[in-house]
């Protein structure tokens, strides 16, 4: 059965930073893109990143670009969110999430991340 | 970025009634591939999100018939046939044709 179980969440400063983890399991993780997706009240389900099946093409959005950095390690079955300079309205529960067909199609259950002083 | 702009943002539904919830994108999903980008997700209360319908028509694995999708270019709906009360949460579409992904506002189901 397949399993996203993300962990690294928790309550950090204004200009803090965070790593995400998300370990996968129960199905060929270095044959699947991968995406962060965060959700907040405020902003609703919003995309974050998305990484090539080996690393080597990364993708942001603008609100996040040059402050986070996705990475994997396919030998550990594992998707990390580096989360540098955080701000207030990055507060939110963060999705580590499978790539399929444009789609998509499996959500981790998510890790909350707060950022406050 | 494409904005998805969902309609309504809410829907009370009595049980074994139909209820629909329409989708529009600022630009066209079609692909030059053929195909639709627009794929729909519920997430129900405490959840995380579940894929119900991919790329505008095709129910995902284990999603109910009563569940169906359908449009074209930028107008898209999803149909419940009869609403049941497992039906309950939050319905977002979603595009899938370009960087960055980009979710409708949500649309939240409650049964009357």
């Known amino acids: 059965e397949l399993h996203l179980v993300e962990s690294g969440g928790g309550l950090v400063q204004p200009g803090g930073s965070l790593r995400l983890s998300c370990a996968a399991s129960?199905?060929?993780?270095?044959?699947?893109?991968m995406h962060w997706v965060r959700q907040s009240p405020e902003k609703g389900l919003v995309w974050v990143s998305r990484?090539?099946?080996?690393?080597?093409?990364?993708y942001y959005a603008d609100s996040v670009k040059g402050r986070f950095t996705i990475s994997r390690d396919n030998a550990k079955n594992t998707l990390y969110l580096q989360m540098n300079s955080l701000r207030a309205e990055d507060t939110a529960v963060y999705y580590c999430?499978?790539?399929?067909?444009?789609?998509?199609?499996?959500w981790g259950q998510g890790t909350l991340v707060t950022v406050s002083s | 970025d494409i904005v998805m702009t969902q309609t309504p943002l809410s829907l009370s539904v009595t049980p074994g009634q139909p209820a629909s919830i329409s989708c529009k994108s600022s630009?066209?999903?079609?692909?030059?591939?053929?195909?639709?980008?627009l794929h729909w997700y519920l997430q129900k209360p405490g959840q995380s999100p579940q894929v119900l319908i991919y790329?505008?028509?095709s129910r995902f694995s284990g999603a109910p018939d009563r569940f169906s999708g359908s449009g074209s270019g930028t107008d898209f709906t999803l149909k419940i046939s009869r609403v049941e009360a497992e039906d309950v949460g939050v319905y977002y579409c979603?595009?899938?044709?370009?960087?960055?992904?980009?979710f409708g506002q949500g649309t939240k189901l409650e049964i009357k």
């Open positions: 790329e505008v028509s």
């Open positions: 129960g199905f060929t993780f270095s044959s699947y893109w």
């Open positions: 630009q066209s999903l079609l692909n030059s591939d053929g195909k639709t980008y």
């Open positions: 999430a499978r790539d399929y067909k444009t789609m998509i199609d499996s």
């Open positions: 990484i090539s099946t080996d690393g080597s093409s990364t």
């Open positions: 979603m595009q899938g044709i370009h960087l960055p992904r980009t």
